[in-house]
Nanobody, 122 residues
Framework: QVQLVESGGGLVQAGDSLRLSCAAS????????VGWFRQAPGKEREFVAAISWTGGLTYYADSVKGRFTISRDDAVNTVTLQMNSLKPKDTAIYYC???????????????WGQGTQVTVSS
């Protein structure tokens, strides 16, 4: 069992930056790949970024490539999503999730956090 807790969301203006954190706990939590997903009102949940359990592989959605960076620090069991040059269309609830591999398909993730709201005003 792995528990995930997101933090770092908030209200910012377009062009600003935010750093989201996903704190993991539980058995072998550092052995899981972690993905970030987001869901805007009235829309389906979409893939944002993922990182392998070693940290050596990262994947990004085209919509965030070059603006967002995912990283992990297993010493503190935390995965971070650095979001730069934020746009109003980035507004959503952001979730982190854990899986055996860094999939882009949310149905393949076993454990989920409760989400953190990110709002970007124009």
């Amino acid at each position: 069992q792995v528990q995930l807790v997101e933090s770092g969301g908030g209200l910012v203006q377009a062009g600003d930056s935010l750093r989201l954190s996903c704190a993991a706990s539980g058995r072998a939590s550092s052995s899981y790949a972690v993905g970030w997903f987001r869901q805007a009102p009235g829309k389906e949940r979409e893939f944002v970024a993922a990182i392998s359990w070693t940290g050596g592989l990262t994947y990004y959605a085209d919509s965030v490539k070059g603006r967002f960076t995912i990283s992990r620090d297993d010493a503190v069991n935390t995965v971070t999503l650095q979001m730069n040059s934020l746009k109003p269309k980035d507004t959503a609830i952001y979730y982190c999730a854990a899986s055996l591999s860094p999939f882009s398909d949310s149905v393949l993730y076993d454990y989920w956090g409760q989400g953190t709201q990110v709002t970007v005003s124009s």
